[in-house]
């Protein structure tokens, strides 16, 4: 079983006006522990978006993996007490929403196979699709093409706004990448990368003959 | 907003030969708005909450951790009072209950345990062993039914969905492994297939739930 090693951690508050509460996005820089250049190998993934409560049991699972040893801080071992103070002080140090978008660039990259077209062995219900389907028509592909020996049509839409993020974290959690095995038919990943690194987009993985898990 | 209420755990080590530890836990919880209508006070229950070696176990907890943070799940205070605690507090409440926590053998002494399986049909027809299309879920289902001599009987829910039921009493370790296995497998929804299965746990001596 390996071993992840959290790099960094960053938060960010969106909030409409004063009176309301904050949306905050948690960000998360990981790499496999022992990997070497951990750091510039390591990649950002969403904890999640959300007022600060419904944040909590995500930070909880992960100290709880710091406690046992499947998590390590910067290759150093900490006590769930430890990583917790960590996320305490990231949330109370947390930027801006608008330097979110200053810092990185992020992209929904949504793979959609046959069977999506004919209509059968779709994950989901019609809600669901609708949100897609919504969501596709509204924003400006920065790519689209055909993968997986031309099975799979790929999209890729940059997101450049929090309403744009909360769609697509959502379309994320519909249609998650987890159903390998059978035959799901569309797949919904966010992709995030620093604008100081090289881009992270999907475009790279049409080169290579199977995409590396993210 | 309602929330989910702790109010006991218990704990248990399950030694496997050649094996690490593994943990059994045991909670009584409730939900915030719901009341029993005979004493007016919360309801309350004993649930099987995990089962796993201790790599598991923490990420669970430190889950529930969290959910604490955020109001999401209180502790019992007194007989009608709830309060609110950080996931430090939580999680210290569970680093007492892994130290102490007794060894299996005891749990029996403790606990009355019985598996209900339900397998659902639809109003005209409830859905038998034979209607199961999945093999692998068909055959652990006969096979525990088999062994605690026990078969399905047909009923019906509230709705009027017709189902067939099982009430199985467990009463030792090596069935109480067998039900926990048995409960993942038949607790799913999926094409030629819809169960539920789930403990029913008394605490003995304490008048029933």
């Known amino acids: 079983m390996g071993i992840i090693a959290e790099i960094d951690r960053a938060v960010f508050q969106f909030q409409e006006n004063s009176s309301s509460e904050a949306d905050l996005l948690l960000l998360v820089k990981d790499c496999a522990a022992g990997e070497d250049a951990c750091a510039a190998t390591g990649s950002w993934k969403c904890l999640g978006l959300s007022w600060e409560y419904a944040l909590w049991p995500a930070i909880g699972e992960r100290a709880g993996l710091c406690e046992v040893g499947r998590l390590i801080v910067r290759n150093i071992s900490c006590t769930m007490e430890e990583y917790i103070s960590l996320f305490r002080m990231a949330i109370k140090k947390a930027q801006r929403g608008a330097e979110f978008f200053a810092r990185f660039s992020v992209s929904a990259v949504i793979d959609i196979s046959e069977g999506y077209a004919q209509g059968d062995i779709y994950k989901g219900g019609d809600y669901e699709r609708e949100c897609l389907e919504s969501f596709l028509s509204a924003y400006e592909p920065v790519f689209q093409g055909q993968i997986k020996d031309g099975l799979t049509v790929r999209t890729e839409i940059a997101l450049n706004d929090h309403e744009s993020l909360c769609a697509a974290l959502s379309l994320s959690h519909y249609f998650p990448d987890k159903y390998k095995e059978t035959a799901q038919t569309v797949i919904v990943k966010l992709l995030f990368s620093e604008r100081t690194d090289k881009p992270a987009a999907a475009e790279s993985e049409f080169n290579q003959v199977a995409c590396a898990e993210r | ?209």
Not at chain 2, 70 to 91: F, H, N, R, V
Not at chain 2, 173 to 189: K, N, P, Y
């Open chain 2, 1 to 209: 907003m309602s929330f989910s209420i702790e109010y006991n755990r218990k704990m248990f080590t399950v030694p496997f030969p050649g094996d690490v530890l593994s943990y059994l836990l045991l909670i009584k919880m409730g939900d915030s708005n719901v009341y029993e209508t005979h004493t007016g006070l919360r309801t309350r229950d004993w649930i099987l909450a995990f089962f796993g070696k201790e790599y598991e176990f923490w990420p669970f907890i430190g889950k529930r951790g969290g959910y604490c943070e955020g109001g999401g799940l209180q502790k019992a205070k007194g007989w009608k009072e709830t309060e609110w605690m950080p996931i430090e507090q939580y999680l210290s409440i569970y680093r007492k209950a892994f130290r102490t926590a007794k060894s299996i053998e005891n749990l029996f002494s403790l606990f009355d345990f019985s598996l209900w399986i339900e397998l659902r049909g639809n109003k005209e027809l409830p859905m038998t062993l034979d209607n199961v299309k999945i093999p692998d879920k068909k055959a652990a289902i006969e096979l525990f039914l088999n062994k605690k001599s026990q078969a399905l009987s047909v009923s019906s829910t509230y709705y009027g969905e017709k189902t067939s039921e099982a009430h199985i009493p467990i009463t030792n370790i090596d069935d109480l492994l067998t039900a926990i296995a048995l409960r993942g497998a038949v607790s799913s929804s999926v094409e030629g297939f819809s169960g539920h299965a789930w403990f029913l746990i008394e605490e003995k001596g304490k008048g029933g739930r």
